[in-house]
């Protein structure tokens, strides 16, 4: 089993950042990548950010150029810097990690974190 525990999370100005942070613990052998989805009321959870081990990253188009994600594989952590923040990018924010063996990949969760951006 592989925990995560996010932290960052919290109310922002339009035009303001954040930074969350998410730490594996646990099985984190085999963890390969790493990324955050959000999930506003009413919608469904979308992909914001994935980074493989290797550092290779993938963005959805409505955060490109504003977010950025970054890990630290000797940490086992994950972070979500986000600047330019708007309203649609409030939500509660979920980090996501695979872990890859011979025979299947699993997928791991947080608990999720409040992002709200409001005047």
């Known amino acids: 089993q592989v925990q995560l525990v996010e932290s960052g999370g919290g109310l922002v100005q339009p035009g303001g950042s954040l930074r969350l942070s998410c730490a594996a613990s646990g099985s984190i052998s085999g963890i390969t990548t790493m990324g955050w989805y959000r999930q506003a009321p009413g919608k469904q959870r979308e992909l914001v950010a994935t980074?493989?081990?290797?550092?290779?990253?993938n963005y959805a188009d409505s955060v490109t150029g504003r977010f950025t994600i970054s890990r630290d594989n000797a940490k086992n952590t994950v972070y979500l810097q986000m600047n330019s923040l708007k309203p649609e990018d409030a939500a509660v924010y979920y980090c996501?990690?695979?872990?890859?063996?011979?025979?299947?990949?699993?997928?791991?969760w947080g608990q999720g974190t409040q992002v709200t951006v409001s005047s």
């Open positions: 996501n990690a695979v872990r890859t063996t011979i025979l299947t990949n699993y997928n791991y």
């Open positions: 980074i493989t081990r290797g550092g290779s990253t």
